[in-house]
T-cell receptor
Framework: KQEVTQIPAALSVPEGENLVLNCSFT??????LQWFRQDPGKGLTSLLL?????REQTSGRLNASLDKSSGRSTLYIAASQPGDSATYLC?????????????FGKGTKLSVKP | EADIYQTPRYLVIGTGKKITLECSQT?????MYWYQQDPGMELHLIHY???????EKGDLSSESTVSRIRTEHFPLTLESARPSHTSQYLC?????????????FGDGTRLSIL
């Protein structure tokens, strides 16, 4: 059974710092891995999707990497801003199972202090 | 960019009532999903649909039911609400083609059963 773990559960940094959020998964047979952002009381916003054949994806100040063999992904945020404060969720899509089913981690709650 | 709408955003209601949570998307996506999220916990898939007249149960057992009579609508119904149904319910959609399409989420319905 696929399990997704995110470390740390919470992180507080001063504005301007570069930071890394970690995600690990137990079953490497995945189609893709997706990083989401969730603001309080809101739904999820898709940030980056990395296909199983890819090593990384970049969007603006965000860079996500994938090491499928070791079951790990990282989300790198450069030059953090207070507006980056949110909960960041990692999710994997397995081969087989429910069509399109995503397995989520519990998230990392990020707070960027001005 | 997918537009996906959920109503109501918040609902507080007494035990035993019948509840329908609405979800609509305007992008013509074939696949739609319902997730349940308790505070501080992972999202879990409770229902999904490949298209019109297609519904399947997800990995997390739920007493709710869904229907897909039209492509754009995917309502979720609880016939007799109980306090154990208190949670946040998130609807998502994705295009029917390709295995590496990101899921787009609504803002969720926060349900509280007294």
């Amino acid at each position: 059974k696929q399990e997704v773990t995110q470390i740390p559960a919470a992180l507080s940094v001063p504005e301007g710092e570069n930071l890394v959020l970690n995600c690990s998964f137990t079953d490497s047979a995945i189609y893709n891995l997706q990083w989401f952002r969730q603001d309080p009381g809101k739904g999820l916003t898709s940030l980056l999707l990395i296909q199983s054949s890819q090593r990384e994806q970049t969007s603006g100040r965000l860079n996500a990497s994938l090491d499928k063999s070791s079951g790990r992904s990282t989300l790198y945020i450069a030059a953090s801003q207070p507006g980056d404060s949110a909960t960041y969720l990692c999710a994997v899509r397995n081969y087989g199972g429910s069509q399109g089913n995503l397995i989520f981690g519990k998230g990392t709650k990020l707070s960027v202090k001005p | 960019e997918a537009d996906i709408y959920q109503t109501p955003r918040y609902l507080v209601i007494g035990t035993g009532k019948k509840i329908t949570l609405e979800c609509s998307q305007t992008m013509g996506h074939d696949k739609m999903y319902w997730y349940q999220q308790d505070p501080g916990m992972e999202l879990h898939l409770i229902h999904y649909s490949y298209g019109v007249n297609s519904t399947e149960k997800g990995d997390l057992s739920s007493e709710s039911t869904v229907s897909r009579i039209r492509t754009e609508h995917f309502p979720l119904t609880l016939e007799s609400a109980r306090p154990s149904h208190t949670s946040q319910y998130l609807c998502a959609s994705s295009p029917g083609t390709g295995e590496n399409q990101p899921q787009h989420f609504g803002d969720g319905t926060r349900l509280s059963i007294l």
